[in-house]
Each structure stands twice: as structure tokens, then as C-alpha cells.
């Protein structure tokens, strides 16, 4: 595996973990809205 | 390959038997609380997180970063570590801010600072991104470790990375951050004395630091003695316009948050620490020792410089520091040595095990997917998320040939494009959650763009880190400035909530009169 490639999937982890989170953060806060409207 | 004697092996496994179980010890405090786990119950005096900020910040491969720019600049190569001058403008600034607000990480300032989804997405963005930075910070010092254990025994790279980082995961599982700055307090004693001893042997085997100033004169290279030495203004390898660059970064830097890499493993120490004073403390000590250790080595890789002047290769003169200490100590010095190389590999593999699992145990997991977990499981589950950093660092450090490259990369793509909203975010009221969020997102995108993706196109010429720096935040500040004035601001209720609490420095007129509106001022 090249250098470059090395580079790439590496990098490529930062956007998944960081996206990842952003993800769980949306879904999280979208279901704590739901429940919330729910109870109302 | 060096060879070690009884005693050499002697210190080396009393030293490893010392420091894993210092940590060990605390085992009953750590288990006791996530607060325990994660900030030693926010109860320690300022001198303890204070060797750990100095022991962390003191790593495998910090020796051979700055004997490379050392012998290749002089002494003014010790301008590369100016950044960490934002500690010493940040220690009476944000870091009084952050230790007010109480919050156990950045990820979990983010929702005190700002509301709404936008908080919750900076919440989860950030968290996710420490336990990326975490891993890979793990996958880069480990490697070092490597590289220093195949110079001295002819390992292949990845023992010295599994081998040790292994060891240190035993008192990092044990006992948590109790276990992290207790041991970190006793390894930075060891480092200390270990870059005292041998800079100062270093410098006598070179014949002293007359000698070493003496032939540097003779060799027509007085200008490595001199620490503004530079290339010109813009041009050369070490221009004036990139001294100015450290100087805005080291010392505004200080003035926000998260504005370098090592804002992050300072936060915690910042909320271990048991008042406002004893944080503030912590940080400026912690980096006193910093730059007084880089000093030391200086002095030492000078000396390496006059014996061994014409190495050209990067890799043959990084190792200049632990060659001294290698090729001039006595039989019976060595292992004393490597011991203190162990120690100083410790103390950062610690600090990044647990700093990561702070954000996957805090952030993602109690407050995303388990709110109502129990001090047991999120203990636990603290645990877990040391053992997933572990094994991530072990496969991050055996795709890193070239710690160098990927090193420039990191702290660029860190600091570069949120190194503006890092302030912005503490010392302006209307800076907002959406602001924030947009710029580290359009961060990640320039960064890439502007190192990587267009040069190798020709679309952009290969530029200076300097210069990539300046553009990266002008790119950033031309998305994010708009974004903010364009969305709605902070709730007043919010701002007030967080102004009241943290007392924040800078533009926050119409917030600070609400608040006295309010009584609570």
C-alpha cells in the first residue's frame, strides 16, 4: 500500500468519527424532541 | 543495537515495575465515580496536573521533532515550540473561563456555551473528532516508540509501539485519571532528571559549551547560536513572516479555546484541578517546564551538531538526543536512560487513553445513547472505551511512516481553519453555535484542499505552512462570519446562563447589562 493511500484512509477516519458523532448527536436530539412533543 | 548490562535491566524493570504501579495503586479511587475515572474527583492541587501537562507534553517523539528543527535552524529552531506560549496568555484568560463552567470536555462546553441543535451537533462533532485526534496522537507517539526500540534493540517498529503502549493501558484501565497523573507526577520527575543528566553529559562529550560555541565560530555557522536568524522576510526556509505567524497563534491563541491540539488534554487537567487559581497555575507551570526542557535539549543537540556536523538525512539526525544519551553514558547509565524514555512514552500514551475515552464515555455514550447510566457502568464502559483507543493506535501507528508529514497535517488541520472561531467563540457574544460548527466542517474540507488535493492538481502552488495557515483561516473566516450574522443568535436566557457562570472576557456588552438587568450580576 502506497504512501499516499496510507494518507487517505487515515484522513478518511477523522470525517467518519467526527461525522459519526454528528450523526448520533441529530438522532439523539431528534428523538429527545419527539418524546418531548409526545408528552405533551 | 546497544547492549545492556545487569544493571542497565536492573533500573529498567524496577523503573516499569515503579510507574505501572504508582498508577495501579489509586485502582479504588478511579472506579468510584465517572468524575473520579476522568478528573480525579476535581480535587487536586495545582502542582499535580501541572507535572501532568509538563509529562504528557513531553513525548516519544518530542526529542527527535525538536532535534530535527534544531540542527537544521539553531537555536532559532526553538521558535517551532513558541505555540506554547498560548498557555502562558490562556492560563489567566480562557482557562479561568473553562474551569468555571465546570464542563468534564470541550465536546460538553460546546452545549453550555451555545443551544439548540446547533450545540448538540458541535456536542457530537467535537467528541467525535477527540476520539479520531486521540487515536491517531496514540498511533504517532507509539510509532516513535518504534523507531527508537528497532535504533536500540533491531525490533521491527510495531513491538516497541504494542509492547508499551500495552503496559501503559494496565494502570489506565486500573485506575483511570487517578492512575494517569500519579503516574505522570512520578515519570515526570524521572524525564526531568533524564534530559538534565543527559544534555548536560551531551554537551561535555561535545567538550562543553565553550567548545561547542568555539567551533560553531570556526565553522563559519555563528548564526545557529543566534535565535533570530532568519532567511529573510518572506524567503528562505525560515522566514520573518513565519516568526510573526507563531506570535499571533501563540499569543491570541491563548485568548480561546481550542485553538491548538493541546487545548484539549489541558481542559482536563484545567477541571481536575481543585479551584480556579490552582488551574490557572497548573497551565502556566506545566508549560514553564516545557520550555525549559526544550532549552536543555537545544544546548544538547548543538553539541551533537559539532560532532556529527554533515548528516543530511532528516532520520539520522532526529535520533541526535538519544544518540548522545546511547553512544557517551557509561555501562549501568543506559537502562537508566531507556527508563526514562519509557517514562516519557508513558506519560503521553496515558494522558491520550484516557482523554479519548473522557468524549466516547461522557459525551457519546451518558449523555447520547444512556443518560441514565449508573457511576458502575459508565466506569465501565470508561474502560471499554480505553481498550477501543488501544487497538485503534496500534493500527493508526502501523500505517504512519512518516510521523513528520502526518504531524504537520494534524496541527494544521487543528489549528488552522477553528483557530479564529476558538477565540471568537469565548470573547464575542454573537458568535453562535452555527458559526462554529460551519467552520469546523468547512475546516476539514479546505485543509484537505489546500495541503493535499489542490497542489498535487497544480491548480494551487505548494505552499509554506505559514502561508497555508493565513489562507486556511481567511477560507474559513469567509464562510463561517457570514453563516453567524445570517442565523439567529444565542438565546438571551442562554448567554446570560453562560456569562453568569464562566464570566468570559471581550464583547459581551448587551449580555453582561441583561444579567445586571437581571440582579444576577
Redesign the interface.
Known amino acids: 500500500?502506497g504512501?499516499e493511500l496510507?494518507?487517505v484512509?487515515?484522513?478518511s477516519?477523522?470525517?467518519?468519527?467526527?461525522?459519526?458523532?454528528?450523526?448520533?448527536?441529530?438522532?439523539?436530539?431528534r428523538k429527545h424532541h419527539r418524546n418531548r412533543e409526545a408528552g405533551k | 543495537m546497544v547492549h545492556f548490562a545487569f544493571l542497565d535491566w536492573f533500573w529498567l524493570v524496577t523503573f516499569i515495575l515503579l510507574m505501572i504501579g504508582s498508577g495501579a495503586l489509586f485502582y479504588r479511587l478511579g472506579k468510584r465515580s465517572e468524575a473520579d475515572f476522568f478528573l480525579a474527583g476535581r480535587g487536586l492541587p495545582w502542582w499535580l496536573p501541572a507535572s501532568s501537562v509538563y509529562a504528557t507534553h513531553t513525548a516519544t517523539d518530542t526529542p527527535m521533532w525538536v532535534a530535527g528543527v534544531v540542527y537544521k535552524h539553531g537555536l532559532a529552531g526553538l521558535w517551532y515550540g513558541f505555540f506554547a506560549a498560548w498557555c502562558a496568555v490562556s492560563a489567566f484568560v480562557s482557562t479561568k473561563i473553562f474551569r468555571r463552567s465546570l464542563a468534564y470536555s470541550q465536546a460538553e462546553w460546546q452545549t453550555l456555551r451555545y443551544g439548540g441543535m446547533p450545540a448538540e451537533l458541535l456536542r457530537g462533532w467535537v467528541a467525535g473528532w477527540q476520539v479520531f485526534l486521540n487515536m491517531f496522537i496514540l498511533g504517532w507517539v507509539g510509532i516513535a516508540m518504534g523507531k527508537v526500540c528497532h535504533f536500540l534493540f533491531g525490533w521491527p517498529p510495531w513491538m516497541g509501539l504494542t509492547i508499551f503502549s500495552t503496559l501503559c493501558a494496565v494502570y489506565v484501565l486500573a485506575a483511570g485519571y487517578w492512575g494517569v497523573v500519579m503516574a505522570d507526577f512520578q515519570q515526570g520527575i524521572i524525564a526531568f532528571i533524564a534530559i538534565a543528566f543527559v544534555s548536560i553529559w551531551g554537551m561535555y562529550a561535545a567538550g562543553g559549551p565553550h567548545a561547542i560555541v568555539a567551533r560553531l565560530h570556526e565553522m563559519g555557522l555563528s548564526h545557529m547560536l543566534n535565535p533570530f536568524s532568519f532567511s529573510g522576510f518572506t524567503g528562505g526556509d525560515f522566514p520573518v513572516a513565519w516568526f510573526i505567524t507563531m506570535l499571533v497563534i501563540g499569543i491570541l491563541g491563548g485568548l480561546g479555546m481550542a485553538t491548538a491540539i493541546d487545548w484539549f488534554p489541558e481542559a482536563q487537567r484545567i477541571q481536575s484541578a481543585r479551584t480556579v487559581k490552582d488551574a490557572s497555575w497548573c497551565i502556566w507551570a506545566g508549560q514553564a517546564l516545557v520550555v525549559t526542557r526544550n532549552a536543555l535539549w537545544a544546548a544538547a543537540i548543538l553539541g551533537f551538531f559539532v560532532l556529527y556536523p554533515d548528516l543530511t538525512q532528516v532520520k539520522d539526525y532526529e535520533m541526535a538526543w538519544f544518540r548522545l544519551g546511547f553512544e557517551t553514558l557509561p555501562v549501568g547509565m543506559i537502562g537508566f536512560f531507556f527508563a526514562a524514555i519509557v517514562a516519557i512514552h508513558l506519560s503521553t500514551i496515558s494522558t491520550h487513553l484516557n482523554l479519548g475515552a473522557v468524549y466516547i464515555t461522557r459525551d457519546l455514550y451518558h449523555h447520547y445513547i444512556n443518560p441514565k447510566a449508573d457511576e458502575r457502568r459508565l466506569v465501565w464502559v470508561g474502560r471499554v472505551g480505553t481498550v477501543i483507543l488501544l487497538v485503534g493506535s496500534f493500527i493508526f501507528g502501523s500505517i504512519m511512516e512518516n510521523i513528520t508529514e502526518w504531524l504537520i497535517f494534524a496541527l494544521w488541520i487543528m489549528a488552522a481553519g477553528v483557530w479564529l472561531p476558538g477565540i471568537l467563540q469565548v470573547m464575542w457574544w454573537r458568535f453562535n453555535g452555527w458559526g462554529y460548527l460551519t467552520a469546523w466542517i468547512f475546516n476539514l474540507v479546505f485543509s484537505w484542499l489546500v495541503v493535499w488535493v489542490l497542489p498535487a492538481f497544480g491548480v494551487l502552488p505548494h505552499l509554506k505552512d505559514y502561508q497555508q495557515f493565513w489562507l486556511l483561516m481567511f477560507l474559513g473566516a469567509i464562510v463561517f462570519i457570514p453563516v453567524t450574522l445570517l442565523t439567529k443568535a444565542e438565546s438571551m436566557d442562554k448567554l446570560v446562563k453562560f456569562y453568569v457562570m464562566s464570566r468570559p472576557v471581550g464583547w459581551w456588552g448587551p449580555v453582561r447589562r441583561e444579567a445586571e438587568r437581571r440582579g444576577l450580576l
Open positions: 500500500m504512501n496510507k494518507m484512509i487515515g484522513m477516519l477523522a470525517y467518519v468519527t467526527s461525522f459519526a458523532g454528528l450523526f448520533l448527536a441529530y438522532y439523539s436530539y
